[in-house]
């Protein structure tokens, strides 16, 4: 059942496991929408819609700022059509942004955790 979600190479920190090892299920759901998150859009070829790099992208600490982000990030994990709905919240602690983003996929619920920075992805939580 867990081949539903497919499969995906993985994941060895912000890279692709060097052996070349492969996940499944809920596994591999996470570490593609979170490939996605960190791929600058059009670098995908054949896919020039595909990708939101966080790194890249410049957000403040506005209201607005984080809702324009949270709607960005939402709208990038609802292409992957694995993905029914997500939610995203984001919660801002002394200019530190974590992304809260859960949702509801083929195998059921799912969620990830993105601590986030101006200029990097500190660490990830699958």
Request: hydrophobic letters at 40%; a negative charge; one cysteine or more.
């Amino acid at each position: 059942m867990s081949d539903l979600l497919g499969r995906d190479w993985k994941m060895q920190g912000l890279d692709i496991d060097s052996a070349g090892r492969e996940v499944t299920g809920p596994l591999a759901l996470s570490e593609s929408l979170l490939r996605r998150l960190l791929t600058p859009r059009g670098r995908l070829i054949g896919d020039p819609d595909y990708g939101f790099d966080l790194r890249d992208s410049v957000w403040d600490s506005t209201t607005v700022g984080l809702a324009v982000l949270k709607s960005q990030v939402a709208t990038e994990c609802q292409k992957d059509e694995r993905v029914f709905s997500v939610d995203v919240e984001g919660t801002l602690i002394q200019g530190d942004l974590t992304l809260e983003i859960t949702g509801e996929s083929a195998l059921g619920p799912f969620a990830l955790t993105l601590p986030v920075s101006q200029i990097t992805v500190a660490g990830l939580s699958l």
